[in-house]
């Protein structure tokens, strides 16, 4: 018979919801029976939670910023009598595909 081993926590691919991670440590922060340093642990992780999802909001407006020029671009590509009909065919691929009316 062979000795059982105890089983070990295993590290998963599981990605944890923010919202529900959040909620936990907040949980934390209102218990009364939770130690200082569990209480402070907590609020620092929210802090970090609630900073990444500002730098998550600030990138995700610049990236529709970029979008939004690129597309500009392609639009002025267009309209300009100097650009070749090859460069307007591919602009208006682009814009087409990004749900543009050209």
Do not use: C, W
């Not at 620092?44 to 900073?51: A, F, G, K, R, V």
């Not at 999802?53 to 639009?75: I, P």
């Amino acid at each position: 018979m062979s000795p059982v081993s105890p089983k070990s926590p295993q590290k998963s691919n599981h990605v944890k919801d923010p919202v529900r991670v959040a909620a936990g440590y907040k949980a934390t922060l209102h218990n009364s029976k939770a130690s200082d340093l569990a209480h402070e642990h907590a609020q620092q992780m929210l802090n970090q939670i609630e900073h990444k999802n500002d730098l998550t909001e600030v990138s995700a407006q610049g990236q529709k910023e970029h979008l939004v020029h690129v597309l500009a671009g392609h639009k002025a590509t267009l309209a300009s009598s100097r650009t070749s009909e090859e460069a307007k065919a591919r602009s208006r691929q682009v814009l087409k595909d990004a749900g543009e009316t050209v």
